[in-house]
């Protein structure tokens, strides 16, 4: 497709499991950024790629957090030891370089019971 | 550290008014860009517009118009003769230049119905 692309679209899960949230980008993006959207609240950023490096990942909120892209293009957000407070919406965005537009997926809606 | 402050919580409007939603950034970047982000109900955040720090030029497309105004730290946005298909959450948001360039720093967004 050409938009950027997150799987699953829902996930509901149990306190204390581990989950994976994939993002496919558009293709040829370098650029890739996780947000996290929790209810009546703007996005809040957490890591943000260039390449295959993570060049920013100081919104990641504890070590439960953890996302990589090992080959530049699709990035796994991978979360330990899920906390009801995790729940939210996780967004992904990719652009083409670091000061163009973010183009944004529709997200993947954890919930943690 | 960079802030997005977007007062209006809700805003309710009639069709065809016009509405402007506030906009006021905190940065001690000297380079910066401002965005606007629409959120239709199926969530998606859609881009709408991206403006550096060093164009204050005012913007119009279509409907919609930005005003920046560095010397106030605003960057507020019109909608002239509103739609039902506007209604949405609006975003405002800052990416810094230097070590912050690769995040975008949200407000917490504004509610904009517009009733028939």
């Known amino acids: 497709g050409a938009g950027v692309s997150q799987t699953p679209s829902n996930k509901v899960t149990e306190k204390g499991k581990y989950v994976e949230l994939r993002c496919d980008p558009i293709?040829?993006?370098?650029?890739l950024y996780w947000y996290r959207q929790s209810l009546g609240q703007g996005p809040e950023f957490l890591i943000y790629?260039?390449?295959?490096?993570?060049?920013?990942d100081s919104g990641l909120p504890n070590d439960r957090f953890f996302a990589v892209r090992p080959e530049g293009s699709v990035s796994t957000l991978k979360i330990q030891r899920t906390e009801r407070g995790d729940s939210a919406v996780y967004l992904c965005?990719?652009?083409?370089?670091?000061?163009?537009?973010?183009?944004f997926g529709q997200g993947t809606r954890l919930t943690v019971v | 550290a960079q802030k997005v402050t977007q007062a209006q919580t809700e805003i309710s409007v009639v069709e065809k008014e016009d509405v402007t939603l506030d906009c006021v950034y905190e940065?001690?970047?000297?380079?910066?860009?401002l965005f606007w982000y629409k959120q239709p109900p199926s969530g998606e955040l859609v881009f709408l517009i991206r403006?550096?720090?060093?164009?204050?030029q005012n913007e119009i497309s279509g409907r919609y118009s930005w005003n920046f105004q560095k010397s106030t730290s605003s960057f507020n946005f019109t909608i002239t003769a509103s739609q039902v298909v506007d209604s949405a959450v609006y975003f405002c948001?800052?990416?810094?230049?230097?070590?912050?360039?690769?995040?975008?720093?949200f407000g917490q967004g504004t509610i904009l119905t517009v009733h028939p």
């Open positions: 403006r550096n720090s060093f164009d204050e």
């Open positions: 790629f260039q390449g295959t490096g993570a060049a920013d």
């Open positions: 948001a800052l990416r810094g230049g230097g070590t912050s360039y690769g995040k975008l720093t």
């Open positions: 940065t001690r970047d000297t380079t910066y860009y």
């Open positions: 965005a990719t652009s083409p370089g670091p000061n163009t537009e973010a183009f």
């Open positions: 293709s040829g993006h370098t650029a």
